[in-house]
């Protein structure tokens, strides 16, 4: 399938829950998702498009704009194409709902970007630090992160 | 008194007094897990009742330094993330870099990068099979793995002087053109590994003591293992086409011809069968892009400095030594990145391994972990 073929079966399959659809420069189909639409829209994907693979779920920190966006990637094995699905959280209280009822490994997924971005994701059975120790206090991946936090406090 | 009061025990009412949970440790420092991995695990006498993996024993954070350095930096970062398949975490890195900066690498750096990506998978999945074998209590197999590892590290050693971490693949093409001698050296190794693969399978594949512990063991379904994002070689032991050299070539895989080795078991006997089959294939590979190589540059012509343009992002997925391994790159229009993040296959397939060990013996850990392949640095970053 060509990236117009997936941008137009995208707009008429989910009218009204995607923000928007866009073909990056880079030849990658973008979809960018709603807060209140995320889990419908990538329950959509996965059952009615035959994205059956999380490849990959991350987060990207702009402190300028005060927002963190979560970035997953699905790979269909039916149909072979690739999507990116982005959604937007706010910076100071970043909140999104969690995708580990849909596919089981956005469960790690989540833990490392909990851990390494402080993205509570609501809803997650497990919700723990996976990379930094239990007591550590920071988020290593954001922008604003200062070496200081390495050094933990006794309690 | 407590004489009397036994006998009055009847046997079943033993039984439900019930018993306790025995929590065992499982490294960090453990000969059979490859690395700094921990895994608690939760035992009813010998069955498994439950494995936590505890990760973070070697997060380095590299990609946090990967956004505080360049992107010819960053390469020899890539290098660590599995340094046992160093070449295509390189590769990985180089292609998702080059596609965001418009940079086209010459064909000779292609197949080049291929020759070499094949010859590290190979590397690879020696050390694995010795190291599978081990795991069970064979131990000739690993002798036999290393002494062929040794003669593909000579050829790295030959081409970049380096022998685990390479930087070899860079962006827009390889760091050095292959000695003249390269070819007819890498040949004849080929023509004597070959028949190599058959003897490692006498030794292993239908020995009794080896199907016994790995035949019907940790089986993984299709479903499962889709869902939880198993991917390489482990997912083609349970019958699911998933390489991405064939779903979504990159380099010149749409220009060589090889088969996708598929087993349909789901137990750890399949996962081993699939990488043999596999080391067969990379031979095949090598030998058609030996043949197709024609001199040329090795390089592409590059600015002095790289810069990806702004807003510029790109996911790029290969097909490293232990499965789908994805790198996106997020360009800000400075020399550095300003997001990295490296899909690692063996952290996705260490997050199947709870399920698949569950009402299992504690040995059969060491089975299932190892057929998976795992490399903890590339678990941890």
């Known amino acids: 399938m060509t990236n117009d073929e997936i941008k137009s079966r995208i707009e008429t399959d989910f009218q009204g829950e995607v923000l928007s659809v866009v073909i990056s420069a880079q030849k990658e189909v973008i979809v960018i998702a709603k807060q209140d639409s995320y889990i419908t829209l990538c329950q959509g994907f996965k059952d009615r498009q035959g994205y059956d693979h999380l490849s990959s779920l991350t987060a990207v920190d702009y402190p300028k704009e005060n927002k963190i ?41 989540e833990r490392e970007v909990y851990d390494l971005y402080g993205v509570i994701f609501e809803g997650h059975s497990d919700l723990r630090r996976i990379m930094m120790p239990d007591d550590y206090l920071k988020h290593p991946l954001r922008k604003d992160f200062t070496d200081d936090g390495f050094i933990v406090k006794p309690s | ?71 010819p930096q960053c390469i020899t970062y890539t290098d660590r993330v599995d340094y046992v398949s160093a070449m295509s975490v390189n590769l990985a890195f180089a292609l998702a870099a080059e596609r965001l900066m418009g940079i086209e ?68 093409g390889v760091m050095i053109d292959i000695l003249p001698e390269f070819v007819p050296r890498c040949r004849s190794f080929l023509d004597y590994f070959e028949p190599k693969v058959d003897e490692y399978e006498d030794l292993l594949t239908y020995n009794p003591i080896f199907l016994e512990r790995t035949k019907g063991v940790g089986v993984l379904t299709a479903e499962e293992g889709i869902n939880c994002g198993v991917s390489g070689p482990s997912l083609r032991g349970s019958g699911v086409p998933c390489d991405v050299r064939k779903q979504q070539p990159y380099l010149f895989y749409d220009q060589v011809k090889f088969n996708e080795p598929l087993e349909q078991g789901g137990d750890c006997w399949s996962r081993y069968k699939v990488r043999m089959n596999e080391m067969r294939e990379s031979v095949s590979i090598i030998r ?94």
């Not at chain 1, 999507?83 to 970043?94: A, S």
């Not at chain 2, 035992?43 to 439950?50: F, N, R």
């Not at chain 2, 002494?147 to 971490?165: A, H, K, N, V, W």
């Open chain 1, 69 to 109: 966006t979560i970035v997953c990637h699905f790979w269909s094995y039916k149909n072979l194409s690739q999507i990116t699905v982005k959604l937007d959280t706010p910076r100071d209280n970043p909140r999104v709902p969690t995708l580990e009822n849909i596919w089981k490994s956005a469960n790690w997924f």
């Open chain 2, 1 to 71: 008194m407590t004489d009397l009061l036994l006998s009055r025990v009847k046997a079943d009412d033993l039984s439900r007094l019930g018993t306790d949970d025995y929590v065992v440790n499982m490294g960090p420092q453990h000969p059979a897990t490859h690395g700094v991995l921990r895994l608690v695990v939760k035992l009813d006498g010998e069955t498994v009742k439950q494995t936590t993996p505890v990760l973070g024993y070697l997060h380095r954070s590299i990609e946090k330094i990967c956004e505080n350095r360049t992107y």
């Open chain 2, 105 to 172: 690498a010459p064909a000779r750096a292609q197949w080049l990068r291929m020759i070499f990506v094949e010859l590290q998978r190979l590397a690879s999945h020696l050390l694995w099979m010795g190291a599978f074998g081990g795991d069970l209590g064979a131990l000739t197999p690993f002798l036999y793995g290393l002494r062929e590892r040794e003669r593909i590290l000579d050829l790295f050693e030959m081409t970049c002087g380096q022998r685990l971490t390479y930087n070899y693949i860079r962006i827009g």
């Open chain 2, 288 to 381: 058609q892009c030996l043949d197709k190589l024609e001199p040329g540059p090795f390089e592409a012509k590059m600015p002095p400095i790289l810069k990806a343009p702004p807003a510029s992002e790109f996911y790029s997925r290969i097909e490293s030594s232990r499965g789908e391994m994805g790198i996106y790159l997020v360009g800000d229009g400075t020399p550095k990145p300003w997001k990295a993040k490296f899909r690692c296959a063996s952290f996705n397939n260490l997050y199947v391994l709870d399920a698949l060990t569950r009402g299992w013996k504690v040995a059969d850990i060491m089975a299932v972990l190892g057929s998976f392949d795992m490399i903890v640095p590339e678990v941890d970053r």
